[in-house]
């Protein structure tokens, strides 16, 4: 029996195989940049998956939702030296609150915007609050630390479940880098308005092209170093103003295409409506046809109530009457007018029958 071949556990620790899983486990990898997360943020989340299922019910369907959300992609940041520090969290959530703008003022100008569409000239944005340097260099290293801790997590989670513990990290970090997002946002919503001067807008186009100047804000916010030295306005300028090219071109071509605005009605085909219409005018003719030279041998009464209840043949009427206002001109009840009414319309669709097989034209009443 061959013997098994024994193996140093030093050297076997040392394989490439083993040195591939060590990376794994000790790296995170950086969006930009080739620095590896270390110390606290490699060690986030190690949890036991057995379980984690069942734990997981303790969030809400909300909660569980945003999770899933989250978690469907790569987790995207910017990173920075600092954050692989032993003490980063402490030393970048130490750093001076920045305040918070106030946008009470844009709602009420966009909702301006709508019925406004003869405006070309861009409405004046409200007081807005100027950030230097150092304070957007504290937004920015908050929000991607958040991140950055996010994709720690999501790191040691791999393709498992993530167990309750891990969950509440990922939604609460994300809280947080949500937060600082929308300040960073608000903070430069003016930016947007004072771009949107260097445009030229067609008239009714200025709130499209507003919402394109947000979203490429937004993009900006998330892709925004601040490592490198430069004010975040120099960055999100460059990339609105993008954006506002984008719209306008895309915006030319829809008016080459197409001239006229859309309706609806034009989508609308009026081929049922055509053929109703002419089936009516068929069938009303017929009808009147027949009773023109009465081929449907109806009785004087009968004749008198098709007359009046449907306003054609010899007792042809301008409006039709009811089943007892008929019955009030021939002496009888409305029931028996009902039941002459029926006999006279059975022998009309049995003439056309026989005219025309393949197509009758008079419905049955019953009423």
């Known amino acids: 029996m061959p013997r098994l071949r024994q193996t140093n556990p030093s ?24 620095h590896k997360p270390a110390g606290d943020a490699t060690r986030i989340g190690r949890r036991k998956s057995r379980g984690s299922g069942e734990e997981l019910r303790r969030l809400s369907r909300r909660e569980e939702s945003l999770l899933a959300r989250v978690l469907e992609k790569e987790i995207d940041y910017i990173n920075a030296d600092i954050f692989h520090e032993a003490d980063a969290e402490t030393e970048i959530f ?48 908050k ?11 999501q790191i040691e989670i791999g ?15 994300h809280a947080i880098a949500a937060s600082f997002r929308e300040q960073i946002a608000e903070t430069n919503l003016a930016l947007v308005l004072a771009m949107a001067k260097r445009v030229r807008i067609m008239d009714g186009e200025f709130a499209d092209v507003v919402s394109e100047g947000n979203m490429a804000l937004m993009r900006s916010v998330d892709k925004f170093d601040c490592e490198r030295g430069f004010k975040f306005s120099t960055y999100a300028c460059r990339a609105i103003l993008k954006a506002f090219s984008r719209h306008g071109m895309k915006s030319t071509r829809h008016r080459q295409r197409f001239v006229t605005d859309f309706d609806p009605a034009f989508e609308r085909s009026d081929h049922l409506e055509t053929r109703r219409a002419e089936y009516i005018a068929d069938s009303a003719a017929e009808v009147r046809h027949l009773m ?44 028996r007018v009902r039941q002459i009414q029926n006999k006279a319309l059975e022998k009309l669709r049995t003439t056309i029958e026989d005219l025309n097989p393949a197509e009758a034209r008079i419905p049955s009443t019953k009423n």
């Open 11 to 34: 050297t076997s620790r040392n394989s490439p195989l083993d040195r591939v899983r060590a990376r794994s486990r000790s790296s995170v990898g950086p969006v930009s940049g080739t």
């Open 94 to 141: 130490g750093l001076d609150d920045v305040e918070r703008p106030d946008v009470t003022w844009y709602r009420p100008l966009m909702e301006d915007l709508i019925p406004a569409r003869g405006r070309v000239d861009p409405p004046k944005a409200g007081k807005s609050l100027v950030l230097s340097g150092a304070q957007e260099r504290i937004l920015f290293l």
């Open 143 to 153: 929000f991607n630390y958040a991140r950055f801790r996010m994709r720690a997590v």
């Open 159 to 173: 393709t498992r479940r993530p167990d309750l513990s891990e969950a509440r990290t990922i939604l609460r970090w």
């Open 292 to 335: 023109d030279t009465n081929e449907a041998e109806l009785t004087s009464v009968e004749q008198t109530v098709i007359g009046h209840r449907f306003g054609v043949g010899v007792e042809e009427a301008r409006t039709t009457l009811t089943l007892e206002q008929v019955g009030q001109i021939i002496g009888v009840t409305k029931e």
